[in-house]
């Protein structure tokens, strides 16, 4: 169930926009976690402790009445378990023989006498089928049992200790009615455990927080969608400023999410989900800097004084001589991302105000650079980390404002990309390989992760393997 728990981690509340967050579950999924879910249920049979089991047989000259008690599962075996997607429902699972031993103490009750002693059990074949339905009831994921069937055979018991060899030879009377008990405790306990699942999904936040500024809305957009093939879930996939929540000025747009036999999991993340995390940062107003000279290394070739600024605009050092200077970058417009087939790309639009600082530490304006950037790069997973890297393909400089008169800018520009190439980017990059962690649920983690840019969205395929301790 641990796996399952797994692939069905983003829920509820319905929208009619797009999904801009999509998971496809294929079914080698269902084929590596069957391996998983059947060590995990010989696992937790183990520890799983046994109701009192009571009934009673007619020997001939009477009735014994018997209580089976402190029953321990100690060995089991599964010889098949075999989930399957049901188009337009969810998921069935069978279980093929399962077989217990399970040891524990009798008592007997036949008048006024009363025995007890010890015994083994072993049950040789339990068979159990469940249907079990994915939806989006009350705007949620919800999972219930639609059918669940269990018939037990093979059951045979030794008793031992007291007087165990006066109704040892009663056994085969005793075998269907404690076939009958086990049958009978199958299928709530499967119910149980769906329960306890999806009261599980019902507590996972729709809002999961990303920093102390933004959080990401996942609500399903529509009912899972299952085929033979695969299972499918739509999720909003939109970020938002905790301080300012408010919509973008731009809508997501419809994708199709492919299906790939060669991995258990796809994810699509359009560019609404990236976008839309940018603009959250931009309409909390944090995409600004402020940067001063003691911030630019020391081979860098241009410095933040008026005296070599005057190089590119002459009237500086007359104006203001021998002067530090600052300059508070921001956004002016949301960045953008935008995928194509093999290649990931970035739109910058940015303001560049410069100020003189003088002496007693007030700034004095004296004119506005506005920077278009273009940015290409590409993305990988390494070590459950969301990692890339970017080179500058574009910028343009251009005069916004002024306070000390017109100049070019075509000299600057040149030195503003060559600072950006040689230091700007190195930096960033070494940054940005250090990557964004992945929110992948403890005790899981993901194997063979290939990522793929596609028209409009980046495509996530990966495996997923879980912690031996969370089995």
Not at 2 to 19: I, K, R, W
Not at 208 to 227: E, W
Not at 353 to 362: C, M
Request: glycine share 6%; charged share 15%.
């Amino acid at each position: 169930m641990q796996t399952l728990v797994f692939f069905v981690l983003m829920l509820t509340q319905t929208h009619a926009d797009p999904p801009a967050l999509q998971t496809l579950l294929t079914h080698k999924s269902l084929t590596h976690g069957s391996q998983m879910m059947s060590v995990w249920i010989q696992q937790k049979l183990k520890s799983t402790g046994l109701p009192e089991v009571h009934g009673n047989v007619d020997i001939g000259i009477g009735t014994i009445d018997f209580t089976l008690s402190n029953m321990q599962i100690v060995q089991s075996s599964i010889a098949g378990f075999t989930p399957a997607f049901v188009q337009g429902t969810g998921v069935s699972v069978k279980i093929t023989q399962l077989s217990l031993a399970v040891t524990g103490g009798w008592a007997t009750h036949f008048g006024i006498i009363h025995d007890g002693g010890s015994f083994d059990l072993r049950v040789n074949s339990i068979n159990v089928n469940t249907l079990l339905e994915f939806s989006d009831e009350s705007a949620r994921l919800f999972v219930s049992i639609i059918s669940c069937t269990a018939d037990v055979t093979g059951v045979d018991v030794n008793f031992h200790g007291g007087a165990s060899f006066v109704f040892q030879p009663f056994v085969s009377q005793f075998r269907g009615q404690i076939a009958d008990m086990i049958r009978q405790q199958i299928c709530p306990a499967v119910g149980q455990v769906i329960d306890d699942v999806e009261k599980h999904l019902q507590q996972i936040s729709v809002n999961v927080a990303v920093d102390q500024n933004i959080y990401l809305s996942i609500p399903l957009t529509s009912s899972p969608i299952v085929t033979d093939d695969s299972f499918q879930l739509d999720m909003k996939g939109e970020f938002y400023s905790i301080s300012s929540p408010s919509e973008p000025p731009f809508s997501p747009e419809v994708f199709d999410l492919p299906s790939t036999e060669d991995y258990m999991m796809s994810v699509g993340l359009s560019e609404f989900f990236m976008n839309s995390a940018v603009y959250s940062y931009f309409s909390a107003g944090l995409l600004h800097i402020r940067i001063t000279d003691d911030m630019i290394p020391q081979s860098s070739p241009i410095h933040l004084n008026t005296s070599q600024f005057s190089i590119f605009i002459k009237q500086l050092s007359t104006l203001y001589p021998d002067m530090k200077m600052q300059v508070m970058l921001y956004a002016s417009e949301t960045p953008m991302f935008s995928f194509s087939p093999g290649e990931m790309s970035l739109h910058v639009p940015a303001s560049a105000k410069f100020s003189a600082v003088q002496r007693d530490g007030a700034l004095t304006p004296l004119f506005r650079l506005d920077v278009n950037g273009f940015f290409v790069g590409n993305a990988q997973i390494q070590n459950q980390h969301l990692t890339a890297a970017f080179k500058l393909k574009n910028l343009t400089l251009t005069l916004g404002s002024s306070e000390i008169g017109d100049f070019k800018t075509e000299a600057l520009e040149r030195v503003v990309k060559m600072v950006v190439n040689m230091f700007v980017l190195p930096k960033l990059n070494e940054q940005l390989q250090t990557g964004v962690e992945l929110p992948v649920p403890q005790g899981f983690s993901l194997s063979e992760s290939n990522i793929i840019l596609k028209n409009g969205f980046l495509l996530i395929l990966t495996d997923v393997e879980v912690a031996s301790s969370h089995l």
